[in-house]
């Protein structure tokens, strides 16, 4: 990476943390798709591209490098979603380096990004959430703090950053109230009920301490060394409890989101609620989620409504 273009992104970080308030989660994921992660196996970011077709300015990019930077992604076996997202930073920067007239032209602003297949997001069944929140053991400090975490991502539909950096401040136990600060260090208020409230305070007042010891930490979830839990240790503790619980499907913790969306939507809660408690800034992002709780009342309906079930023995019959 050329002298010019590393100032260009150190001065583009500072801009995402300062102005824009993004957390350090989801800068890290925007730089991530311009210089590329080299713990992922083969590099897939912009620059690497760019270094490998010796262009060493920024405003030596223009429409056929990016046609030519899609086409290497797509050779390499980058699905759609992952390659709009790097589409998505790479114009965020450029859109950066324009106002800062850095470059004189953003090259993607007018080019569109692949057509995305509508993919339903997964979700868990509530036998399935049942197991997985009931796999820890709560005889150790560990299961103690992991049916906490399990219990909140549920409970709350939080992101895992949110999660990783929540803090005892943010915590009101009296009312059952989190106050979260999620993309843009926006606030919202979010709810937990009686299990996720109970998980926690045992974990506070029973097993914190244990990971505590003569530490002093403001973050509600800790790790054995008295730190801050991170976002890679929270996926491992999934990927346990998963395994645990027999569940046959991919467990990570957004799927927890996923599954607190859905199954509000499915006790009848209305789509706004559920978009206030999510904190999108959209409606439509939250509608995706209508759509995954009419696919689950099609199966339901076709299991249980009995002229559904002779229709469909009929078909197979046929």
């Not at 925007?30 to 405003?59: C, P, V």
Request: glycine share 6%.
């Amino acid at each position: 990476m050329s002298i010019k273009i590393q100032e260009a992104l150190n001065s583009y970080w500072s801009y995402l943390e300062a102005e824009r308030g993004l957390s350090p989660y989801t800068v890290r994921n925007y730089t991530s798709d311009l210089i590329g992660n080299r713990a992922r196996g083969t590099e897939k970011g912009f620059f690497q591209f760019l270094q490998m077709k010796h262009i060493n300015s920024l405003d030596e990019v223009d429409k056929p490098v990016i046609r030519d930077f899609i086409s290497w992604l797509m050779a390499q076996g980058v699905v759609k979603s992952s390659i709009a997202r790097k589409l998505s930073a790479v114009r965020s920067f450029y859109r950066y380096l324009v106002r800062e007239e850095k470059v004189s032209r953003n090259p993607l602003e007018k080019a569109s990004s692949p057509k995305l297949d509508r993919r339903l997001p997964s979700f868990l069944t509530v036998e399935e959430t049942v197991r997985l929140l009931e796999a820890p053991d709560l005889s150790t400090p560990q299961g103690m703090r992991d049916r906490a975490l399990l219990e909140l991502l549920y409970a709350a539909g939080l992101r895992v950053s949110e999660l990783e950096n929540l803090n005892l401040e943010q915590l009101n136990l009296e009312t059952d109230e989190i106050r979260v600060w999620g993309k843009g260090s926006k606030e919202r208020m979010v709810l937990i009920g009686a299990p996720a409230a109970q998980a926690l305070q045992n974990y506070l007042a029973d097993s914190r301490p244990a990971f505590l010891g003569k530490k002093k930490m403001d973050a509600v979830f800790l790790n054995q060394y008295g730190g801050r839990l991170p976002a890679r240790r929270i996926q491992k503790i999934m990927d346990k409890y998963a395994r645990k619980a027999g569940i046959g499907k991919r467990v990570y913790p957004h799927i927890l989101r996923h599954t607190f969306a859905t199954h509000l939507l499915d006790g009848g809660a209305d789509l706004r609620v559920v978009q206030e408690l999510l904190g999108h800034a959209q409606l439509a992002t939250t509608q995706v989620y209508t759509h995954v709780s009419q696919s689950q009342a099609r199966k339901v309906y076709q299991s249980a409504h009995p002229m559904a079930r002779k229709r469909e023995n009929k078909v197979e019959d046929s």
